[in-house]
């Protein structure tokens, strides 16, 4: 049996996958990780299965230190990798020797990192998945975010991977995505029309920060207040992404551990693609909104899951023989 024991806990650091899906009708929202193209593509450069857990962690990774020799990669925000006295940068596959310890604390940029293991982690599924839920205590270790002396018990398996990619940067979000994050594409939303003029062009020309108080649920965002008297008459199925303006004019943007339904009006939505780029925009950082068409949100989507494709097998003609 191996393990690794956490040290420092990190902020906000729990168990993710791609979450639990078939449960919102029963009021569970999907979950899962906070960047799912980050998480992904920690398991794509161990040559895990896709929805193999990973640990995820906000502004300050955990301490960690492993009982075993394992193979590691560390994606998402931009961080600081040391082992032991080791520093590296973050994007790459580590070989981690038992009793090491690995320093994911310092982030450089970036708002959500993960860690992934080659192997697998011995986390119980709930309703098929190992997504940490904390507000029902679903998932992961508990239910709850990890603690200083926690130790999880993993799986770790063989890694083939030539030596000389090790400890460097392969992967990065925002390259592959080619996308700038001070500029979020979304798409009008079902009550975009509802709006009077004035309050569609503020929402367009002004800049939006991330507010310290967002959360996995959402990103609440501060800028101008656009007050407006739009209302629904009844709540609808809501999800990831959907951008929503309530009376106070400040919008909210939801995200991993959003509601299921919701009676606030829609004004747009960001597209699949870009949710990524936005899942890593911190607090008090600046953007603003960019409006495409639906076509071609539709389209980039399709490019981005094609782009995964391309990068796998190149991959793996490249790097990683196993």
């Known amino acids: 049996m191996a393990y690794l024991k956490i040290i420092k806990n990190g902020i906000a650091s729990t168990i993710q996958d791609n979450g639990r899906f078939f449960f919102r009708e029963s009021g569970i929202p999907v979950s899962g990780a906070f960047d799912k193209l980050s998480a992904q593509f920690a398991n794509i450069l161990l040559k895990n299965k896709v929805n193999t857990p990973v640990m995820e962690f906000f502004f300050s990774g955990p301490i960690i230190q492993f009982d075993v020799d394992v193979f590691v990669s560390v994606t998402g925000a931009n961080i600081n990798v040391y082992i032991d006295d080791n520093a590296y940068r973050s994007g790459g596959v580590y070989l981690i020797k038992s009793g090491s310890i690995l320093n994911l604390s310092k982030f450089k940029g970036g708002r959500v990192g993960y860690l992934a293991i080659r192997g ?114 009844h709540s609808i199925g809501v999800d990831e992404g959907i951008i929503q303006l309530p009376k106070n004019g400040l919008p909210i943007i939801l995200m991993a551990d959003g509601q299921i339904t919701g009676g606030y009006p829609i004004i747009g939505f960001v597209p699949k693609y870009a949710l990524s780029i936005l899942s890593q925009i911190n607090i008090g950082q600046k953007f603003k909104f960019e409006l495409i068409s639906l076509e071609k949100a539709k389209k980039n989507n399709k490019k981005m899951l094609q782009g995964i494709k391309k990068f796998k097998k190149n991959y793996n003609l490249k790097y990683a023989n196993s």
């Open 120 to 233: 697998t982690w011995d986390i119980e599924l709930i309703y098929g998945s190992s997504s940490t839920y904390t507000p029902c205590k679903l998932g992961g270790l508990s239910g709850r975010y990890l603690k200083c002396n926690d130790t999880l018990i993993i799986n770790p398996n063989e890694y083939d991977i030539k030596k000389n990619i090790l400890n460097k940067k392969i992967f990065d979000v925002a390259y592959f995505l080619k996308l700038n994050m001070n500029l979020i594409p979304f798409v009008k939303g079902l009550d975009w029309d509802k709006f009077e003029k004035k309050i569609t062009n503020m929402f367009l020309s002004q800049v939006m920060e991330i507010d310290k108080e967002s959360s996995r649920m959402g990103l609440r965002l501060k800028t101008i207040n656009m007050y407006h008297e739009v209302e629904r008459k």
